[in-house]
């Protein structure tokens, strides 16, 4: 049974009661993430989710380990583009002391900075793996060329110099600017009574007061740049991403861009996994994914293969848009797609985790909880010549953008090059 309840001061609680599980899953949700910073608070949001596991007025960094541990749970947390998640896994019988420890974070973490000095060098070394994994280096780039002056585009992980520079003073005020009780969101699924957690949450909560001035506005889309962004790096291979501005969370294209995903190259089926992987053996990792957000999306197509390779490989994505813009997919893919998705949203049911997650998302995204038969409905209403629109409104080649990162120099980049001559902007 799905229960929603808001304090006073905007902090909402949303719960789903599964009453033959002996686990719950709870989660402290809040409306802020990459999309909030500037150029000179790039990573804060990531730092500050680091930083709330290192101590508070109650428990040190070690105690806050020790006394999850103690009732066999998990804790963890995760930053995005659009909001930050602090959440645990508990025994439903330790429920009360799961909320106290994440509340306590929460509320009462201290930012010592002997504890920030040491946590930054961990996050320095984080963005250096990051920096040594092109596979997923080439996804962030991409963001950066197509949204280069928008917050959409920044890194979620931050970069070097600005996590470098980061104080405590820095986090307090950003917290406290940020943190307000209209952005913050406390889901939890499992084996769980609603009316505990609303009462514990009223209690620890309840004196937060202020509000988001500032607040993003699918009004206003990032203005997307047609560009070719190149990072050159000592690898075997070219990691690329060529792709385009696609819907926002709240159109309703979404739905159909979706299933065309999932066809194009969603899965094993999809016409680019065979094409590229299955036919050419050209690429081992290859595929298609759409991105939405409050003030806009995306959808990209990716894959890794060797330098003498790219230019193929390209030319093969570039057939397939125009091929999906131009004839109707079949319905035995449409049927495999919408499959898909009603799968995958099933056997997502079936963890108490993937429960708390939706509801959190969708409470910040949404100011609601989407029910599953609302999505299933609309995704079965799409047809082949709605997902033919919305391809021909995208999969324009003349206008994607483009990054790569691979060992290459300028005559490979040419080479491995496609839609308009823009200027070449490359980092080495």
């Not at 609303?198 to 509000?211: C, K, P, Y």
């Not at 094993?268 to 050209?282: A, D, N, P, T, V």
Request: net charge negative.
């Amino acid at each position: 049974m799905l229960e929603r309840d808001r304090l006073p001061n905007g902090v909402r609680i949303v719960t789903e009661r599964i009453e033959y599980v002996q686990s719950a899953s709870i989660g402290i949700w809040v409306g802020v993430g990459a999309c909030d910073e500037n150029a000179e608070t790039q990573g804060i949001s990531h730092v500050i989710e680091h930083m709330l596991f290192k101590g508070t007025h109650r428990r040190t960094a070690q105690q806050i380990a020790d006394d999850m541990d103690r009732l066999g749970g998990y804790l963890n947390a995760f930053t995005d583009k659009e909001y930050t998640s602090y959440y645990a896994k508990v025994l439903s019988e330790y429920i009360p002391e799961c909320l106290d420890i994440l509340a306590d974070m929460f509320l009462e973490s201290v930012f010592d900075p002997t504890e920030l000095a040491r946590e930054k060098n961990v996050i320095l070394e984080e963005i250096k793996r990051h920096e040594d994994q092109p596979d997923d280096l080439v996804h962030e780039v991409f963001y950066d060329a197509i949204w280069p002056t928008h917050n959409l585009g920044r890194s979620v992980i931050g970069v070097a110099e600005t996590v470098s520079a980061l104080e405590q003073a820095h986090l307090i005020d950003y917290v406290s600017q940020k943190y307000s009780p209209d952005t913050i969101v406390i889901s939890a699924a499992g084996n769980l009574e609603h009316k505990q957690i609303v009462d514990f949450v009223a209690g620890r909560f309840g004196h937060l007061r202020g509000q988001q001035d500032q607040w993003r506005d699918p009004r206003r889309p990032p203005t997307p740049v047609v560009a070719q962004k190149f990072v050159s790096k000592p690898v075997e291979q070219i990691q690329l991403v060529l792709g385009a501005p696609a819907y926002s969370i709240f159109d309703d294209r979404k739905y159909p861009i979706s299933l065309l995903d999932i066809i194009l190259g969603g899965g094993m089926s999809s016409r680019l996994f065979q094409e590229i992987r299955e036919k050419r053996g050209l690429a081992y990792s290859v595929g298609t994914y759409a991105a939405g957000y409050i003030e806009g999306g995306l959808f990209a197509i990716y894959a890794g293969t060797s330098p003498q390779s790219a230019t193929e490989v390209i030319e093969i994505m570039t057939q397939q848009c125009a091929k999906i813009c131009n004839e109707n997919v079949t319905a035995d893919e449409l049927l495999r797609a919408k499959n898909q998705v009603r799968a995958g949203l099933m056997m997502a049911e079936e963890s108490m985790s993937n429960r708390m997650n939706r509801l959190g998302k969708d409470e910040i995204l949404f100011d609601r909880v989407i029910p599953f038969e609302e999505i299933m409905e609309k995704i079965q209403a799409v047809t082949p010549d709605d997902i033919r629109a919305v391809a021909s409104e995208i999969l324009n080649v003349d206008t994607f953008t483009m990054a790569q990162v691979g060992p290459f120099d300028e005559d490979d980049r040419i080479a491995a090059s496609c839609g308009p001559d823009d200027e070449d902007d490359s980092d080495e």
